[in-house]
């Protein structure tokens, strides 16, 4: 934790750094904003005056800059100021005006750091001295446009960003896995394997996905639904859009109120495109009469819901406007939870066995608290206590390595977050589980107990994947396009060598698609050499070459994208060697 406290401190430090190289490099006339720590690094946001531009190229000398600065071994000194010396000493820096208004207004101390001749205002921390810095374990790494305080009503500002750590090996690793991810960037590989495209004239945020992306978004539903079948999931279906009453009566337009796509109906009726489709679950289950003997009832459902996300937020797949969830609920009683539960826990781990992430090191679950603050969350105090006691006691069955996280639940309960750490060592938080006493009691659900007393059920959220979009983004960079053999929209590739090898390479062909094995056949004028080099390309888990030896012994030789050549085979060994 103390090595945290101090990397805090150097980065916190290299952004008063980077904002004094700034205005001696490129303009002294720059309006600074504001220069916070950020993960892994920090960054520091400029405007700069009319006529005046900075380019990657820029990004060298101001690096050097502050290498120089370091070595002066300037001190960082703290000062509390007067609201009136706070105004004059930044009175011509319009954004540090607006941050004195805001800190003033909050009734918080304003404080300045100076170093040199620079002063900035800030609460700190900070290194007592630049020798405290090690000047080869950081860097300047990019710029990148941003609006002040990320309202797209403001300004646009120019944001510059650094990386920086205690010692140059740690620079060195951090460096050496940004150019692995960018080569796993899932927005690059998309393109590359034909996956999903976006059109400007549809929209940012908005994904279109062909048809091999299609197919890998069925197949992870389909492998879902296989596993949770057995617990008796019933798929259902309900509209895009609903009244805003909905999500009034549920408590998410008040929370939600800025996220949501409104729309006008012809009648003064106000629509809103859905964000979540837990309200309009509740619907169904409010729908009829419901005794004790239909509980559990268990819906799922694949569909989109859709947020208006700010444009500068928008990433690939991560973060976008329209969001597929594979969405579960349960309606049970408060006996009936522990056993659900547990029932969802089993599809969680089997279907991250079937990726490979399932292992001790590389999850972990977060057991999402209510937020000390009470306005945070609805609902009564005593369903929370219980509901929190309910998700720990399943934590520690399950032998989970668990941490509890305080103000990280859903305003409606808690949560079981599951935390996977993708082939580069990053975290996701994808499979949910969340327990509800809130929202069956706003809609007023009801079923009728064994001794005929109404009731209200317990309600569980689950999602295995979370938003589809994104778990897609994550699996594509942590498998770098190359999925098990199961995910993969493509399985086999048949590559016949010449023209003669064309019809057995067709009955092969046939073959595979009769065992529902997925299999492209190229037929191609292409030399070999080039068929192969696409079929590595595309991530095939298998290509089967086929020439004059292989047609007439009606054999096929076989080589594996993980393995590397496997051999000769017939078509019914392959099949039983790899698809059995």
Not at 333 to 339: G, L, P, S
Not at 544 to 559: F, N, Q, R, S, Y
């Amino acid at each position: 934790m103390e090595k945290e406290k101090n990397l805090y401190k150097i980065r916190h430090s290299l952004a008063h750094l980077l904002a004094i190289a700034v205005l001696k490099e490129v303009s002294k006339e720059a309006k600074i904003a504001i220069g916070p720590v950020v993960e892994d690094g920090f960054y520091y946001d400029f405007e700069f005056p009319e006529g005046v531009s900075i380019s990657d190229k820029d990004l060298k000398n101001i690096q050097k800059t502050i290498k120089k600065l370091i070595s002066k071994k300037l001190d960082f000194k703290r000062k509390e100021i007067s609201e009136k010396e706070a105004r004059e000493l930044f009175s011509d820096q319009p954004y540090k005006l607006e941050l004195i208004d805001e800190i003033i207004k909050n009734g918080k101390t304003l404080s300045v750091y100076q170093t040199g001749d620079f002063i900035d205002l800030c609460e700190g921390p900070h290194v007592k001295n630049t020798s405290e810095i090690n000047a080869d374990a950081f860097k300047i790494t990019k710029l990148a446009g941003a609006y002040w305080r990320g309202d797209e009503k403001n300004k646009m500002l120019t944001r510059i960003y650094g990386v920086a750590f205690e010692k140059k090996e740690e620079l060195d690793q951090y460096l050496k896995m940004q150019e692995e991810a960018k080569k796993r960037d899932h927005r690059k590989l998309g393109k590359e394997l034909d996956l999903f495209t976006f059109s400007d004239l549809i929209g940012p945020g908005l994904p279109l996905f062909t048809p091999k992306g299609t197919l890998l978004r069925d197949l992870i539903m389909e492998k879902i639904n296989s596993l949770q079948k057995e617990f008796g999931y019933q798929k259902v279906t309900i509209p895009h859009i609903t009244k805003k009453e909905l999500y009034e009566t549920s408590g998410h337009w008040e929370k939600f109120g800025d996220e949501l796509f409104k729309v006008a109906g012809k009648q003064n009726t106000e629509f809103v495109l859905k964000p979540m489709n837990c309200p309009h679950h509740t619907q169904i289950f409010a729908s009829k009469k419901r005794s004790y003997k239909d509980l559990p009832t268990r819906y799922t459902e694949a569909t989109m819901v859709y947020r208006d996300e700010k444009a500068g937020e928008l990433l690939g797949l991560s973060r976008v406007r329209s969001i597929t969830q594979d969405d579960g609920h349960v309606f049970c009683t408060i006996e009936q939870t522990e056993k659900e539960i547990e029932n969802i826990i089993y599809v969680i781990k089997e279907f991250y066995k079937s990726l490979d992430m399932l292992k001790d090191d590389s999850f972990w679950v977060s057991l999402s608290l209510r937020d000390s603050e009470k306005d945070k969350w609805l609902g009564d105090e005593k369903n929370w206590e219980k509901a929190e006691r309910i998700l720990e006691n399943i934590a520690k069955k399950e032998r989970f390595n668990y941490k509890k996280i305080e103000g990280e639940a859903a305003f409606y309960g808690p949560k079981l977050d599951f935390m996977f750490k993708d082939a580069l060592g990053r975290e996701w938080q994808l499979a949910t589980i969340q327990l509800d006493f809130v929202m069956p009691e706003r809609f007023s659900l009801a079923y009728t107990d064994k001794d005929g007393i109404q009731k209200t059920p317990v309600m569980i959220h689950r999602a295995i994947a979370g938003s589809l979009e994104r778990f897609l983004s994550v699996i594509i960079e942590h498998f770098a396009g190359a999925f098990p053999v199961w995910l993969s929209p493509v399985q086999v590739k048949i590559l016949p060598i010449a023209e003669a090898h064309k019809k057995y390479a067709k009955e092969v062909f046939d073959t595979l698609k009769e065992k529902g094995i997925r299999a492209e056949l190229d037929t191609s004028d292409e030399s070999l050499g080039k068929k192969i080099r696409q079929a590595k390309l595309d991530k095939v888990p298998f290509f089967l070459v086929l020439g004059d030896k292989e047609t007439e012994k009606k054999t096929i030789m076989v080589e594996s994208r993980d393995k590397g050549k496997v051999g000769e085979k017939t078509t019914e060994e392959f099949i039983n060697l790899f698809f059995q």
